[in-house]
């Protein structure tokens, strides 16, 4: 499951999104890739959720496919197809198709127990991560240091909430 969502991401990146200016939305493909694999740093060995893996031998092969290709792929689409016109509704519901398909993916991913949560993680906390991500994405988009700037406080307040012992080294989780 995990591989075709990679294989359906560049799939829709060759269909769809805006490949002439990659190079508008690489900082922010970059930022994106940051965020996942700083969760996977700071998180090791106390997973707030964990990907089952399908075809790759384990969790953090089949994050570093997600790393590399979804959420790139994932950035271009989404800052690519932002309404430039339109008006607020048209915004509302870009960041709405997001939000479900990412929630949607996801609520297939945990029927399928391809992802399981732990420590108080759930798909809802998911969705409103969501809710968080995708506005993220676009201040990065305009406003990089602001988006960086913002981000410390949103990563601190989750690693409180989840009790995250970050005091601990990674081995000793």
Known sequence: MHLLIVLFSIYAVWRRADLRNWQVYHPTM?????????????CANYLLWELRPDIMP?????????????FPATVLLFLGGYPKGGG????LLHYLFWIGLYAGVESVFALTNRIVYNHGWNLMWSILFDFMMFPMLRLHARHPLAAYVLSIPI???LIMIFDVPVHIPIPQR
Request: glycine share 4%; aromatic share 12%; hydrophobic share 45%.
């Open 30 to 42: 970059l930022y994106m890739a940051l965020g996942n694999a700083m969760y996977n740093f700071i």
């Open 58 to 70: 384990n969790h953090s092969l089949t994050e570093y496919l997600h790393t590399l290709i979804t």
């Open 88 to 91: 607020r509704l048209k915004v």
């Open 155 to 157: 990563s601190t307040i």
